[in-house]
């Protein structure tokens, strides 16, 4: 499932986790509420903590996440939406302009990335907009890990309850 989704200032680091997990997650934490509705796309899901954005952006698909956790948020966003995992993409998404990256040529990153991770790696990915540079590291282990357990403990798990509004 292809979702765009819209997170207010309050929620950053679950926009974090909805890019980790391939989603296109549009965030500018210094956005004033009254912009949120310029970034409006058709079908955009909005996702908020706030209650004045929560009323005011009523007539638009909206999820009122409850819980503090980013975790728990996330189980929030899944369950409200009915996603799977078969419907993540991990790592396609740059986590700082929400830029899809692209795969590169090894040599292209020799002098851009430490030596040893250079020398280690073989598969490297840039964001053609910010020009970020990824790779496999032990952090993207322990990110799957918790993808992982996202999903199988979403039975197991009891979210607060998320109010989804669509239109």
């Given at each position: 499932m292809q979702v765009t989704f819209i997170a207010d200032r309050t929620l950053g680091r679950l926009a974090k986790w909805l890019r980790i997990l391939g989603f296109?997650?549009?965030y500018d934490p210094e956005a004033a509420d009254s912009r949120l509705h310029d970034l409006c796309r058709p079908g955009s899901v909005m996702l908020t903590r706030t209650h004045r954005v929560r009323l005011k952006f009523r007539s638009r698909n909206l999820i009122f996440i409850k819980s503090n956790d980013p975790e728990d948020q996330l189980r929030e966003v899944?369950?409200?939406?009915?996603?799977s995992q078969a419907d993540v993409r991990p790592f396609s998404r740059c986590l700082i302009c929400n830029t899809p990256i692209e795969l590169i040529e090894k040599e292209s990153?020799?002098?851009a990335?430490?030596?040893?991770?250079w020398e280690t790696q073989n598969d490297f990915r840039q964001c053609p907009r910010c020009r970020k540079i990824y790779w496999h590291g032990s952090h993207t282990d322990r990110s799957m890990e918790r993808i992982?357990?996202?999903?199988?403990g979403l039975d197991k798990h009891k979210v607060g309850g998320s109010h989804t509004e669509f239109s």
């Open positions: 296109d997650t549009l899944i369950k409200a939406l009915n996603l990153v020799r002098n990335v430490p030596d040893y991770v992982k357990s996202l999903f199988e």
